[in-house]
């Protein structure tokens, strides 16, 4: 996973690892739920809604179209209500309910993470890149696992106590446990998806999760409060790649004052960086001639981060 602010370079450095790693002989499939579209715009290939699209051979790339999965989302739920109460057609109350929730804005978000888990609980590839979201809804989506985890135990354990009152009218009971069996095993179902894909998103054997920062300074105070919110939801940090480095040697140069000025407040941020998070800096990336468009660049990228191949 690569997370940071957004602009910073975080879909660069998830397309050229997914295209080193394809290069390397791996099956990889490189996702995003940005509504930006930004793997779109860098493979210059139009994948946005489509599903898994083949790149290059062994790389994949996927940006989930979250309306499409809100409409999905409306008709599996109108399916399971026809399903477990043995109905033709959807009540209009009911159904106005539907669409009424379809508006709420966590509905979208709810969806999103929904097409996350299914990703990467279905397997299928050797690695997993994922491009995530700008900090604050990266953070919304890592935390809603634990969110939905503890309402999925609340509502469960409602559902059991209700069991237990229906006793009383056992002829009722009879007619209604395989409603309520139903209504439990859907939301078992939710729970154990949820805890599949959280730990796997948890685990520092399987998962790694990189900051991209630049040498400024909200940008490093940014990245420095992230970190300790990611860490309070287990996400295993891995480390630190700066983006953008300006070469050094410009300054020895005949350069405009403006760019001199840029270096030097550069140099400053770089000596506050190696402070701040030490170690933990895996790469300095330089600034790139252009834009990493289309894959000549992206190969390019990918030489820089990882040597040649």
Known sequence: MFGGKGGLGKTTFSAATAYYLAKKGKKVLVFSVDPQASLTDIFERDIFGKGPTEIIPNLYAQEIDA??????????????????????????????????????????????????????????????????????????????????????????????????????????????????????????????????????????????????????EMVIKDTLKAAELFAKFDVPLSGYIVNRVLPSDLKFKNIPEYLRNRLEMQEHYLKVIETTFGKQILASVPEMERDVTGLPMIEKMAKVMFGEF
């Open 67 to 216: 309306d499409r999965r809100v409409k999905e989302y409306q008709q599996e739920i109108r399916q399971k209500i026809l399903d477990m109460y043995g109905m033709e057609k959807i009540p209009d109350e009911i159904e106005s309910y539907i669409q009424a929730a379809a508006a709420e804005p966590a509905m979208e978000e709810s969806a999103i993470f929904d097409e996350v888990v299914d990703i990467v609980v279905k397997g299928g590839y050797d690695y997993y890149i994922y491009d995530l979201v700008p900090l604050g809804h990266a953070l919304y989506y890592l935390s809603m696992a634990s969110v939905y985890d503890a309402w999925i135990d609340k509502i469960t354990g409602l559902r059991e106590q209700m069991r237990e009152y229906d006793q009383v009218a056992a002829v009722i009971r009879r007619e209604k446990e395989l409603e309520e069996d139903a209504i439990l095993k859907e939301l078992l179902y939710i729970k154990e998806r949820i805890n599949k894909s959280s730990s796997i998103l948890t685990d520092k054997q399987k998962t790694a999760f990189f900051f991209v920062l630049t040498a400024e």
